[in-house]
């Protein structure tokens, strides 16, 4: 009778685990196929812990324990990111653990340190205590295990894959992750999203192929190019008057010279900078990627693809990349080498922390000069920051100017004034590249725009401030007033690209100047109207 209980309580434990993120996605349960793919992680995965322990009650807990990771995991996202796991967002668990302080704060670092640990001491607990049900069988689970991988592996090769592919695209899915998690369930959305872009993924690959080099025979004198993706950057003077209108005074000079500047609109919020990355760097839009475009870099960028940085080699451009982080984080070390970068320069050669406090900006800014002093004028040289990276929380930075409100009266405020502060030292750094510039008497072009704006939901809220996108400029201009241009990312690095070979009024044709709305920041209108 007690073990009838222990198996009826560890199958119990494993139909929580199964409930519990459709709970967070507010799945509801409908019979179709896509139920399937839904349940089969966690009753397979759990099926196999009991049989390898003997011991239902211990492999149903261990089951949970994932579910609710999982879950945590989810609901984290969906708070700081807008958005859930999606099927790529499984590549950076290593990195959660090689670079925990960009993750867990998010989450709550003692809610995850405590929940993992309380998890594996009850465990161990169950696993000396509960007697086997049944004689524990490890060698035939693990078999099992193995005969599932591979079936696995052969559903993932050619033509199998088509097949495969074709069942998922049978399951209605919209491509918006929010909705396919609760139209498919979690796992249900992992795979139909996961699945389609594998099978899509090498025709994508050959449509975008990088051409063949061939260097111009009589290109004449090129343009300097430094272009410059600030962390979280964007103009944070839209989001209430309590923000000062001269925090930016290097943005708000440059927007009144600039060729361009205007909102950038970014597919990213709080994080996921390798997507407006990529779209600038490469300028192929959301919809030539199909799913990848969650993260261009998971398997996308893993071969040559047609981008701005190969379009300036082919005119006799060397091009250099500069991050001071790890060159593997986000396998940038394959991805920047397939969009045509010569060099990547990352922090061995840079310098900077591994943790917070990052390099300062305004370091970098002087780093980017002295690589184009070396390299010469015919240089493209692509800039991406790192010093005012969240989570704002921990960050121990002492800030260079008063407080321009009560933190105590606002939600995050004291994450808000960290980012503010971080926000200064990103517009010093635009200022030192800028009059690095006019000093050298360089006839070149600087862009400067933001990746995604920053995950600070609560404050956000607070001020009842909701755009997504981030802001850009590109200076100098040449002739005529600056123009107020809303692009998507894909098209900036095209614009920066054809003013430096001179080819501006192709691109005055494709994109017609807009005039600032009204909620365009006091500082920006002002320059504007000057």
């Known amino acids: 009778m007690a073990e009838t209980a222990h198996r009826v309580a560890g199958g119990l434990l494993v139909l929580a685990a199964w409930l519990l993120p459709r709970w967070s996605a507010r799945s509801r349960i409908v019979l179709s196929r896509a139920l399937a ?34 879950t945590l995991a ?27 302080h960009l993750y867990l704060p998010f989450a709550g670092t003692k809610l995850v340190l405590g929940g993992a640990a309380a998890a594996l001491a009850l465990s161990a607990a169950l696993l000396l205590l509960e007697p086997p049900s049944f004689p524990p069988a490890p060698l035939l689970a693990l078999g099992i295990a193995a005969g599932l991988l591979a079936i696995i592996a052969l559903a993932a090769s050619e033509p199998l894959l088509w097949s495969l592919a074709h069942l998922m695209r049978g399951l209605r899915a919209t491509g918006d992750p929010e909705i396919d998690a609760a139209l498919l369930g979690p796992f249900g959305m992992l795979f139909a999203h996961g699945i389609v872009a594998r099978a899509e993924r090498a025709s994508r690959q050959n449509a975008c192929a990088a051409p063949a080099i061939v260097e111009s025979p009589n290109a004449a004198p090129r343009r300097p190019v430094i272009i410059v993706q600030s962390e ?10 309590l923000v000062p209108a001269d925090w930016l005074p290097a943005f708000e000079a440059c927007c009144r010279e600039a060729a361009a500047f205007g909102r950038l609109e970014v597919s990213g919020w709080g994080a996921n900078t390798t997507r407006s990355e990529f779209a600038v760097l490469s300028g192929l839009c959301d919809s030539d990627l199909g799913y990848d475009r969650f993260n261009p870099y998971h398997a996308f960028a893993r071969v040559p693809i047609a981008s701005q940085v190969w379009r300036l080699r082919r005119e006799g451009y060397r091009t250099i990349c500069l991050h001071p982080f790890d060159r593997r984080f986000y396998r940038r070390d394959l991805a920047m080498a397939a969009l045509g970068f010569e060099r990547f320069l990352g922090r061995e050669s840079l310098g900077g922390s591994r943790a917070s406090p990052y390099f300062p900006d ?32 921990g960050n121990a930075m002492a800030p260079k100017r008063p407080p321009p409100f009560d933190p105590a009266a606002v939600a995050q405020g004291e994450e808000f004034l960290r980012y503010l502060d971080g926000l200064g030292h990103s517009d010093e750094m635009l200022q030192i590249l800028r009059e690095g510039f006019v000093e050298r008497g360089l006839d070149g072009v600087l862009a400067f725009y933001g990746d995604h704006l920053p995950s600070l939901p609560r404050a956000f809220r607070h001020f009842g401030f909701d755009d997504p996108q981030s802001d850009y400029v590109i200076w100098p201009g040449r002739n005529g007033a600056p123009q107020r241009i809303d ?38 209108t002002a320059s504007m109207k000057g």
């Open 37 to 70: 793919f839904d349940t089969a992680p966690w009753f397979l995965g759990g099926m196999l812990l009991i049989l390898a322990s003997g011991r239902p009650i211990f492999g149903g807990l261990l089951t949970l324990a994932l579910a609710a990771g999982f």
């Open 74 to 100: 989810d609901r984290t996202m969906r708070q700081a990111l807008r958005e859930p796991v999606v099927f790529c967002s499984m590549s950076e668990l290593p990195q959660v653990f090689t670079h925990p």
């Open 232 to 241: 979280s950057f964007f103009d944070a003077r839209r989001v209430s008057p």
């Open 362 to 393: 305004a370091d970098l800014a002087r780093e980017a000069l002295r690589v184009l002093d070396s390299e010469g004028p015919q240089s493209f040289i692509f800039v991406i920051t790192m010093e005012n990276h969240g989570p704002w929380a």
């Open 487 to 524: 692009v998507p990312a894909h098209r900036l690095g095209s614009m920066v690209v054809e003013m430096a070979l001179g080819k501006e009024e192709e691109c005055a044709e494709e994109l017609p100047a807009r005039s600032p709305s009204r909620h365009e920041s006091r500082a920006v």
